[in-house]
C-alpha cells in the first residue's frame, strides 16, 4: 500500500510565502518523478512542477521565479517553496508520485490541501 501525504497549505496574503510538504509511504522500491498540480475552482487540474529523481526541473510558466521544487530521496519528500503568493495562486494542491514498487508500478495522488492567497 502507497500512500502521499501532504501538508502546509494555509491562508496567507499576497506577497506571502507558504511551503507545501509530500511525503511518499508504504512499500515502495523507488520512487520517479514527483510533482505539484493543483486545481482552483471550475477549472482543471493543472502542472505546477514537477522534479525527476535525477533533479530535472520544470515549472508552469506561471510559478517561474517565484516556486521552487525539491526532494529529498532518502525521505521520499517533494517541497514546493511559493513565494511571491499572487491570488490566482488560489486552489487545492495535489502532490504526485509515479512510484514502483515490488510488484507494480502507478502514478499515485495526494489527498490535496488548500492554498488561499487573499488580495
Known amino acids: 500500500q502507497v500512500q502521499l501525504v501532504e501538508s502546509g497549505g494555509g491562508l496567507v496574503q499576497a506577497g506571502g510565502s507558504l511551503r507545501l510538504s509530500c511525503a511518499a509511504s508504504?512499500?515502495?522500491?523507488?520512487?520517479?518523478?514527483m510533482g505539484w498540480y493543483r486545481q482552483a475552482p471550475g477549472k482543471q487540474r493543472e502542472l505546477v512542477a514537477k522534479?525527476?529523481?535525477?533533479?530535472?526541473?520544470n515549472y508552469a510558466d506561471s510559478v517561474k521565479g517565484r516556486f521552487n521544487i525539491s526532494r529529498d530521496n532518502a525521505k521520499n519528500t517533494v517541497y514546493l517553496e511559493m513565494n511571491g503568493l499572487k491570488p490566482e495562486d488560489t486552489a487545492v494542491y495535489y502532490c504526485n508520485a509515479e512510484i514502483f514498487t515490488r510488484w507494480t508500478s502507478g502514478n499515485y495522488w495526494g489527498q490535496g490541501t488548500q492554498v488561499t492567497v487573499s488580495s
Open positions: 508504504g512499500n515502495i522500491f523507488s520512487v520517479n518523478a
Open positions: 522534479v525527476t529523481s535525477g533533479g530535472s526541473r
